[in-house]
């Protein structure tokens, strides 16, 4: 909870911030939680820096956490494409593949 407010304060203050932005819907989407504002946040991320692995990758979570298995897919083999050499990556795209949608 107070990782939560804290990001939202700091969003609010910097709402450009693609790093607060990414860290905020990141927070979010591996807890579960407040998934309709994840997406916001991750999407404005993904706007302000799109072709940075790491903030496609927090998309594709979100659009997991979400039931979305197709667009998490297609989120992170663009963003292994970008960073062919990052093993998190590799490792997402895989648990986005073939693990279980959460449960709703």
């Not at 860290?23 to 993904?46: N, S």
């Not at 292994?80 to 093993?87: A, F, I, N, Y």
Request: charged share 25%; glycine share 4%.
């Amino acid at each position: 909870r107070q990782s939560y407010q804290a990001y939202g304060q700091w969003n609010q203050a910097y709402p450009e911030s693609g790093l607060l932005n990414n860290d905020y819907a990141w927070l979010m989407a591996r807890c579960g939680r407040h998934l309709d504002q994840a997406m916001v946040h991750a999407k404005k991320a993904v706007e302000i820096a799109p072709d940075n692995g790491s903030y496609l990758d927090t998309l594709a979570e979100v659009y997991f956490q979400q039931g979305d298995r197709e667009s998490a897919v297609d989120l992170s083999r663009r963003a292994v494409h970008l960073r062919p050499d990052s093993e998190t990556l590799r490792a997402q795209l895989d648990r986005f593949q073939n693990d279980a949608l959460p449960s709703s």
